[in-house]
C-alpha cells in the first residue's frame, strides 16, 4: 500500500497543503488546498489570527478526504521565533505577536546591556536580529508570562491544538537564541533574564518525532482523514535545507522567499569570532546538522513593491519590466533596517538613492532591478565572507523556494559571484517536509538519499556565470557598503 503525506506549509503570506505519495523512485506533489495569511493591528501589537490558520488546514484535510485520501501521514512548517503564550486551562493567553512588530526595536540594545552579545552568541551562536524569541520575551507582558503554563512556537502549538500533545521541536527552538549548543538545552541564565522558567516549555524533540493521532473528536463538524502527525523540520528553512538537492562538494543554499536565507549545512557547529563578526547563525537543522547561515531581506521588498502598485502587475511581469533595464545602477544596503516594515517600500528606496548620491529608480522596472540588482550583490559578497569563514571555497549555489522561478536574480547572482547557481526546487520547504515523514515512515533510508530523489523529481535549472565586467561593479560595490557601515557606527 502506499503511503500518502501531507505537508502544512505555512508562509507570512500565505498557507497550504501539499499533498504527496512516493512512487518508482519518484516524489509526487500536488497542491490540495491554499489560503492567505498575514498580520493585522489588534490589542495594541501586529498579531497572526492563529485560529484562522488552524480553521484553514481543517478545512483542507475535509478536501482531502473528499478527495479520496482517508488515511494520511501529516507535518507542520512554519516561519521562526513567533509563539504563542498557553495558560494553564490549556488555551491560548492571546493571539501570538507577529516578529514584525514594532515592540522589539530596542531589546538587544536593552538585554545585551545586562548579557554580552559575545556571551550570548558563545553560549547559543545564533545571530543577532532584534525579533529573536529572547527579545520577544523580553518585552513581553510581566503579568502575561506569569499566568503562562507554556510557551510554544508556531507549529508546535497547532500541532497541540490538533493532538493534544505539546513537545519543542529543536529546529524552530534554536531561533529563540535561547538553546544552548554545548548542553542541547535551554540555556537557564538566558531565561532567567528574560522572566521565564524552563518548564514553561514542552520536552525538545527532534525532526522526525512522531507526535499523535489527530484527535478527530475535537473537530466533529469536519469530515476529517484518519492522520498521523509527525514532528517535522518545523522551522521553514529547515525544511527547505532538507528539500534542497545539495548540488556540488561545497554546497551552499539560498532559500529565497519573503527572506533570503543563505548559507551552508554543518555537521559541526561554527560559532567563532569571524562568525559573530559576520553575524552568522547556527540554527539546527535535521538529523544533528546545523544551519549555518545569514539572514538577509529577501524578495519581502518586491512584495511591498507589488502591492503599492495595487497588485497591478504579476512578479514575472516585474521581473519582466526590471530585465529591460540596466543592472546595478543603484548600491543598497537591502539589510538595512529601514526596509523591515516601512509605510512605503518605493520611497525608502528612492530616500536611500537621494541620501547616499545616487540615481534615484523611477518606474517600476528601475524599482525592481534595483532590488534584484542588490540582492545579488548581497547574495555574492555572503559567499565571499562564507568561503573566509569556514577556510573552503562554496563551489555551487543551491537556490530553492518561490525566489528560485526569477531567471533574471538567478543569473545575475550567478554572474556576480562567479560560481554555477542551480535553481529549484520551489517547493523546497514542503518537499523537505515530505522528505522527514517518509524517512520517519521508513519509506526513504536517509536524507542523502532522498537528495537523490529530490533531484530526479523536480526540475532543477542551472545558470552558469557571465561577464566577468561585472566583477569590477561588486569590488566598487563592497567598498561602497563598507563606508555605509562605517559611516553608521
Not at 551552499?252 to 563578526?277: C, D, H, M, Q, R
Request: aromatic share 10%.
Amino acid at each position: 500500500m502506499t503511503n500518502t503525506y501531507v505537508a502544512v506549509d505555512i508562509g507570512a503570506s500565505s498557507g497550504r497543503l501539499m499533498l504527496s505519495q512516493l512512487k518508482d523512485g519518484k516524489m509526487s506533489l500536488k497542491e490540495m488546498h491554499r489560503f492567505t495569511n498575514g498580520f493585522s493591528f489588534k490589542q495594541g501589537h501586529d498579531r497572526w489570527d492563529i485560529d484562522h490558520i488552524i480553521k484553514e488546514i481543517l478545512l483542507g484535510l475535509e478536501k482531502i478526504k473528499q478527495a479520496g485520501y482517508p488515511d494520511i501521514s501529516l507535518g507542520i512548517d512554519t516561519w521562526a521565533v513567533d509563539y504563542v503564550l498557553v495558560g494553564k486551562d490549556g488555551k491560548k493567553l492571546e493571539d501570538p505577536i507577529s516578529y514584525r512588530d514594532a515592540r522589539t526595536n530596542t531589546a538587544i540594545k536593552d538585554l545585551t546591556a545586562r548579557v554580552s552579545k559575545e556571551k550570548i552568541y558563545q553560549k547559543t551562536g545564533i545571530q543577532f536580529l532584534d525579533f529573536n524569541t529572547l527579545y520577544q520575551l523580553f518585552k513581553e507582558d510581566k503579568d502575561l508570562l506569569a499566568k503562562t503554563d507554556k510557551i510554544m512556537m508556531i507549529p508546535d502549538y497547532i500541532g497541540y491544538v490538533l493532538t493534544g500533545k505539546a513537545v519543542s521541536e529543536v529546529t524552530n527552538a534554536s531561533t529563540t537564541q535561547m538553546l544552548s549548543l554545548r548542553e542541547g538545552l535551554f540555556d537557564k541564565n538566558l531565561l532567567k533574564e528574560v522572566n521565564v522558567k524552563p518548564e514553561q516549555f514542552p520536552k525538545l524533540v527532534d525532526a522526525g518525532t512522531p507526535l499523535g493521532k489527530l484527535d478527530k473528536s475535537k473537530f466533529s463538524k469536519y469530515d476529517l482523514p484518519d492522520t498521523d502527525l509527525i514532528t517535522v523540520a518545523s522551522h521553514d528553512t529547515a525544511s527547505a535545507v532538507v528539500g534542497s538537492p545539495g548540488m556540488g562538494h561545497h554546497w551552499a543554499y539560498l532559500s529565497s522567499g519573503t527572506w533570503s536565507l543563505i548559507g551552508t549545512e554543518l555537521n559541526v557547529p561554527e560559532n567563532g569570532s569571524k562568525a559573530f563578526a559576520e553575524n552568522y547563525t547556527n540554527e539546527w537543522g535535521a538529523y544533528g546538522t546545523y544551519r549555518f547561515l545569514k539572514n538577509i531581506m529577501g524578495l519581502w521588498m518586491i512584495q511591498c513593491v507589488r502591492r503599492e502598485f495595487n497588485n497591478k502587475y504579476s512578479f514575472s511581469e516585474l521581473a519582466e519590466k526590471a530585465s529591460t533595464v540596466k543592472p546595478f545602477q543603484q548600491f543598497i544596503d537591502v539589510n538595512d533596517k529601514r526596509f523591515e516594515n516601512p509605510k512605503s517600500m518605493i520611497s525608502e528606496i528612492k530616500n536611500y538613492c537621494r541620501e547616499t548620491g545616487q540615481q534615484i529608480p523611477e518606474s517600476p522596472g528601475e524599482i525592481c532591478m534595483a532590488i534584484y540588482s542588490n540582492l545579488a550583490l548581497f547574495y555574492a559578497q555572503q559567499i565571499q565572507k562564507l568561503n573566509d569563514i569556514l577556510g573552503y571555497k562554496i563551489d555551487t549555489l543551491n537556490i530553492v523556494g518561490g525566489g528560485s522561478n526569477v531567471a533574471l536574480l538567478n543569473q545575475l547572482t550567478a554572474t556576480i559571484s562567479g560560481i554555477d547557481v542551480y535553481a529549484g526546487p520551489d517547493e523546497a520547504t514542503a518537499i523537505g517536509n515530505l522528505t522527514v515523514q517518509m524517512i520517519t515512515k521508513g519509506d526513504i533510508l536517509n536524507v542523502y538519499l532522498a537528495r537523490r530523489i529530490i533531484s530526479d523529481s523536480f526540475d532543477i535549472k542551472k545558470y552558469l556565470p557571465q561577464e566577468e565586467k561585472y566583477h569590477r561593479i561588486f569590488e566598487e560595490y563592497k567598498e561602497f557598503m563598507q563606508k555605509i557601515h562605517q559611516k553608521s557606527n
